[in-house]
């Protein structure tokens, strides 16, 4: 619990770098704590459609792209019916940031990200 409220600080609070680091984290811990985590993740996944929705300028692209990451981790990790809920708008978002913001450029770490989470998500 109180690492859970830690990183959610930082995620509402912290720079870029800091939120990027603490979407990494997110991440590793929905791994690491599996069930134990489900009670966090109604929560933690309207901060990650958020940063999805919100983060929509060229400069954020590494973090847009990191939300991507954590969302379809941690949905993996938490099973199909748990992610139900968010599916629609994940996918909805997953598809916005493919069709309009992937640029041609052969370094948009957004590719990457995307690649990995329909993957994770559709499987």
């Known amino acids: 619990d109180p690492l859970y409220q830690k990183l959610i600080y930082h ?9 990027e680091n603490v979407l990494a984290a997110l991440a590793a811990l929905s791994e690491g704590a ?8 109604p929560a933690t996944m309207d901060y990650m459609v958020e940063i999805l929705r919100s983060f929509s300028k060229k400069e954020y692209k590494q973090i847009r792209g990191q ?24 996918i909805a978002e997953m598809l916005k940031v493919q069709k309009n913001d992937i640029s041609n450029d052969e370094d948009d770490p957004q590719k990457n990200y995307l690649l990995s989470g329909w993957q994770r998500i559709l499987v």
Do not use: H, W
């Not at 939300?67 to 994940?90: L, N």
């Open 34 to 41: 599996q069930e134990e985590f489900l009670k966090y993740y």
């Open 67 to 90: 939300s991507i990451e954590c969302i379809t981790i941690m949905s993996a990790t938490m099973g199909k019916d748990s992610f139900r809920p968010y599916q629609d708008i994940v």
């Open 11 to 19: 995620l509402q609070n912290g720079s870029s770098f800091v939120k």
